[in-house]
């Protein structure tokens, strides 16, 4: 049986995305990072990412982190990949290209797309996207974005999905890097393709689960 460690207000809904696409049998053991917690030392605290049991599976002390079975892997879009080549099915890469290709779409995530997107996200989240500061930084981020966006859009052109004709794990975790991005419409309105993209990925059952359970967890 896989276990993730993780909430999925955090990066492991990469990861369980991918097992609810596919269908597959997980537990999901709840792990709050610890920034959101008083005193996440304390003998009461709930479960998290500074508690001696969750540092003994990752003592980077990050989540989310998966075990399956005796392999214990770490970062979101690592684990995101390999559950889809373990477990995903036609989600999963078919050749070697394939695999690249979901690779090279969560480096493109990762590096170039996530920390802008953070960057809009935090501000509006914490109803700061109308002062100075929060505009300054929500602008600085859609500049930074129009690049990979631009790439994606360009590559989306006469496609609905990102590879092999498909909805795919490289769909999963540049779709998640995406969401990050949303709050600020603008960001995205010059990209009608990618638009419509990331609305086919969040149309999909598995993702809509996924988010119901996110949105019951604390904020």
Excluded at 92 to 113: N, Y
Excluded at 114 to 126: F, H, M, S, V
Excluded at 133 to 141: L, N, R, T, W
Excluded at 151 to 160: N, P, V, Y
Aim: hydrophobic residues 45%; contains cysteine; glycine residues 6%.
């Amino acid at each position: 049986m896989v276990t993730i460690y993780g909430v999925l207000r955090s990066r492991a809904t990469r990861p369980v995305w991918v097992m609810e696409e596919a269908g597959a049998a997980y537990d999901l053991v709840p792990v709050l990072q610890s920034y959101r917690l008083p005193d996440p030392t304390s003998a009461d605290a709930p479960l998290n990412t500074a508690s001696l049991a969750f540092l003994k599976v990752n003592p980077q002390g990050q989540v989310p982190a998966l075990v399956d079975g005796s392999f214990t892997l770490t970062e979101s879009m690592a684990t995101a990949l390999y559950l889809a080549r373990v477990y995903g099915g036609d989600i999963g890469p078919r050749d070697a290209r394939e695999e690249a290709e979901a690779t090279q779409w969560a480096f493109v995530g990762a590096t170039s797309i996530e920390g802008p997107g953070l960057d809009i996200l935090y501000p509006y989240a914490k109803g700061e996207a109308q002062t100075p500061e929060g505009a300054a930084k929500i602008s600085a981020a859609s500049d930074a974005l129009q690049r990979p966006f631009a790439r994606i859009e360009a590559h989306l052109q006469g496609r609905d999905w990102l590879m092999g004709g498909r909805f795919t794990v490289a769909d999963i975790v540049l779709a998640e890097c995406v969401r990050y991005t949303q709050p600020h419409a603008p960001a995205l309105a010059p990209f009608p393709a990618l638009s419509a993209w990331i609305a086919r990925c969040q149309a999909r059952p598995a993702f809509k689960t996924m988010m119901e359970r996110r949105n019951a967890e604390p904020a």
